[in-house]
């Protein structure tokens, strides 16, 4: 059984930066790929970034911007925000396959 917490997430101008941490109580050595993915208010939840290995992939919308990243000694995914736009306001979640859910971090882009 492994438990996520994010954290990280607050209030932001646009143009501003954010860095988001996915802290698991178990070990994520064995999570060959961990997601973060985000729900906008009224709006199915979406994914985001992946980190599969070495390999990472992103949504468009956030390629360019965001980047995903790990740290197995740590057992914490990190997703650094860069850029951050009105349309990135959204709970964030981090997944570790197949459902293992943290409880969200709001960020939200305003003036």
């Known amino acids: 059984q492994v438990q996520l917490v994010e954290s990280g997430g607050g209030l932001v101008q646009p143009g501003g930066s954010l860095r988001l941490s996915c802290a698991a109580s178990?070990?994520?050595?064995?999570?060959?790929?961990m997601y973060w993915y985000r729900q906008a208010s009224g709006k199915q939840r979406e994914f985001v970034a992946v980190?599969?290995?070495?390999?990472?992939d992103y949504a468009d919308s956030v390629k360019g911007r965001f980047t995903i990243s790990r740290d197995n000694a740590k057992n914490t995914v990190y997703l650094q925000m860069n850029s951050l736009k009105p349309e990135d306001t959204a709970v964030y979640y981090c997944?570790?396959?197949?459902?293992?859910w943290g409880q969200g971090t709001q960020v939200t882009v305003s003036l």
């Open positions: 178990g070990s994520i050595f064995g999570f060959h790929a």
């Open positions: 980190i599969s290995g070495g390999a990472t």
């Open positions: 997944l570790a396959p197949p459902n293992y």
